[in-house]
């Protein structure tokens, strides 16, 4: 699914949202592909699967916004849309590099480059380089970072990974065209809630047992208070005349009594769908679970 269309993530995110697009598309209104003036928005993009995905299915939708509140990411965003030659001349080089040294080297190469980010004293351009560099090659292409704001997940171990994807970068650069990229906090994005807008939201999920925690994309972490700050964010672009749909875990898969979901959007839609969960320290833990679709779309048969 994930490279049904000529631009797709460049960047592996945990939370990646590929394997949900087809339950996706079945909350959108029926009449998506007619509306006309439609603003799309995604306050939370991480790797952005839903946000390539749905620009392309959908040419219809003039203008769209994108945040995050991962600098690093966002930065990445402006390097393709604006530098996109440049940061493919850069990742080449790296590729080239990185390809040529045998396994202990390349792991000595990659904690190099690791120090080299974190210190983020080099040109923006090159900076995205290493960021895509180092999602390519460290483990799992998770992005983490410690207290003091560092990524700091350990070197990965794939024999050949593409580095330089010169023909995605450059599909995703021509659909940023048309594309406001902002970083920051989620509610900076309720000022372009009117009735054309039309919102994805996919927050970090409410972990569903301590361990399955993974909610150290920034330094800022986001626990029980942000949800219930995003389910009245929510209220309020609905209230604007938005539609919006927002995944988020299930926790009725560990406890049926738990209501936290159900009581916080309870004047809106809930739709339960089957998803796998990608990241887990426990591969025996990645099995098919429900995730929930919250909505304001009704037009919809359950
Ligand atoms: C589940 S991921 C999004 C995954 C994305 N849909 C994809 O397909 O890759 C959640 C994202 O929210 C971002 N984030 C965390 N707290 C935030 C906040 N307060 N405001 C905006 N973005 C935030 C993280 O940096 C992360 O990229």
């Not at 450059?170 to 509610?187: H, M, N, P, T, Y």
């Not at 372009?192 to 996919?202: Q, V």
Request: some cysteine; hydrophobic content about 35%; overall charge positive.
């Amino acid at each position: 699914m994930e490279n049904c269309c000529p631009a797709h993530p460049f960047v592996k995110w945990a939370g990646g949202k590929a394997q949900l697009i087809e339950e996706i598309r079945k909350v959108l209104p029926l009449d998506l592909e007619k509306r006309k003036h439609l603003t799309y928005i995604e306050p939370f993009v991480g790797g952005g699967a839903v946000f390539f995905w749905i620009l392309q299915e959908y040419p219809n939708i003039e203008r769209a916004i994108i945040n995050d509140i991962n600098q690093e990411l966002v930065d990445t965003y402006h390097v393709i849309k604006n530098d996109v030659e440049n940061l493919i001349l850069s990742l080449q080089e790296l590729q080239q590099e990185y390809i040529s040294l045998a396994l202990p080297e390349r792991t000595a190469y990659f904690l190099e480059k690791r120090q080299i980010f974190n210190k983020k004293n080099i040109h923006n351009t090159n900076l995205a380089a290493l960021f895509i560099f180092l999602n390519r090659t460290c483990f799992n292409g998770l992005y983490r970072v410690n207290a003091k704001g560092e990524f700091n997940v350990p070197h990965g171990k794939y024999r050949n990974p593409k580095i330089a994807d010169e023909n995605n970068l450059r599909a995703c650069s021509q659909l940023l065209q048309k594309v406001e990229i902002l970083c920051g906090d989620f509610e900076r994005t309720s000022r372009y809630a009117d009735p054309n807008s039309i919102f994805y939201l996919d927050p970090p999920y409410k972990p569903l047992t301590a361990t399955s925690a993974f909610t150290s994309y920034t330094k800022h972490g986001f626990d029980d208070s942000e949800q219930i700050r995003l389910g009245r964010f929510c209220q309020k672009i609905a209230r604007k005349g938005a539609l919006f749909i927002e995944s988020n875990s299930d926790p009725k898969n560990i406890n049926s009594q738990d209501t936290f979901f159900d009581s916080l959007y309870e004047t809106f839609l809930i739709r339960r769908v089957s998803a796998t969960r990608m990241i887990n320290a426990n591969a025996s833990k990645r099995g098919a679970i429900s995730e929930l679709l919250i909505s304001n779309i009704a037009n919809r048969q359950p």
